[in-house]
T-cell receptor
Framework: GEDVEQSLFLSVREGDSSVINCTYT??????LYWYKQEPGAGLQLLTY?????DMKQDQRLTVLLNKKDKHLSLRIADTQTGDSAIYFC???????????FGAGTRLAVHP | DAGVTQSPTHLIKTRGQQVTLRCSPK?????VSWYQQALGQGPQFIFQ???????QRGNFPDRFSGHQFPNYSSELNVNALLLGDSALYLC??????????????FGDGTRLSIL
């Protein structure tokens, strides 16, 4: 089946690291994505990882993939108030061009 | 470099009416996908258009239909609107999948409210 699950809420202090977790079910997924959605806006592509990789780093963002456990995480270093948003994990099953999204994790950054 | 643009930004309709939403893809992209995002949920795939044809479809009724034009822009049509159709409708564009990664880039969406 197709299912992506995320925790719904995360609160961190400004300057700390944030870790948002995601589990997915389709082992055929070749790419896994992280999108960010700010209030009243669409989805902004943050980063993605190919399924044969374990880690990908892009400035303050680090993506970790455990393919055996079908677990994906997004770490944001030095979290800022501008990082407050909803973060969506998405998988793209092999042979399909659609994205399957989780329900999103709301990240709240406080002083 | 223009990103994905959608119109209108907001729309209010009543039950039973019909609506048309529009999308222009990011420059250079040839594939358009539509998603429905209900309040508090993640986007759900409606369908995808490539070469003016529907290539894939999610679990949505036939009331939802679409079209892609030769310039790659696209329309989403919804007939016989129901209260449950109230949502943010997102358009995403990408290059056609040729076996590699073709990330989808999203517009800001059309907020549809059904009264």
């Amino acid at each position: 089946g197709e299912d992506v699950e995320q925790s719904l809420f995360l609160s961190v202090r400004e300057g700390d690291s944030s870790v948002i977790n995601c589990t997915y079910t389709d082992s055929s997924s070749t790419y896994l994505y992280w999108y960010k959605q700010e209030p009243g806006a669409g989805l902004q592509l943050l980063t993605y990882i190919f399924s044969n990789m374990d880690m990908k780093q892009d400035q303050r963002l680090t993506v970790l993939l455990n393919k055996k456990d079908k677990h994906l995480s997004l770490r944001i270093a030095d979290t800022q108030t501008g990082d407050s948003a909803i973060y969506f994990c998405a998988e793209s099953p092999l042979g399909y061009n659609k994205l399957i999204f989780g329900a999103g994790t709301r990240l709240a950054v406080h002083p | 470099d223009a990103g994905v643009t959608q119109s209108p930004t907001h729309l209010i309709k009543t039950r039973g009416q019909q609506v048309t939403l529009r999308c222009s893809p990011k420059s250079g992209h040839d594939t358009v996908s539509w998603y429905q995002q209900a309040l508090g949920q993640g986007p759900q795939f409606i369908f995808q258009y490539y070469e003016e044809e529907e290539r894939q479809r999610g679990n949505f009724p036939d009331r939802f239909s679409g079209h892609q034009f030769p310039n790659y822009s696209s329309e989403l049509n919804v007939n016989a609107l129901l209260l449950g159709d109230s949502a943010l409708y997102l358009c995403a564009s990408s290059l056609a999948d040729r076996g590699g990664n073709q990330p989808q880039h999203f517009g800001d969406g059309t907020r549809l409210s059904i009264l």
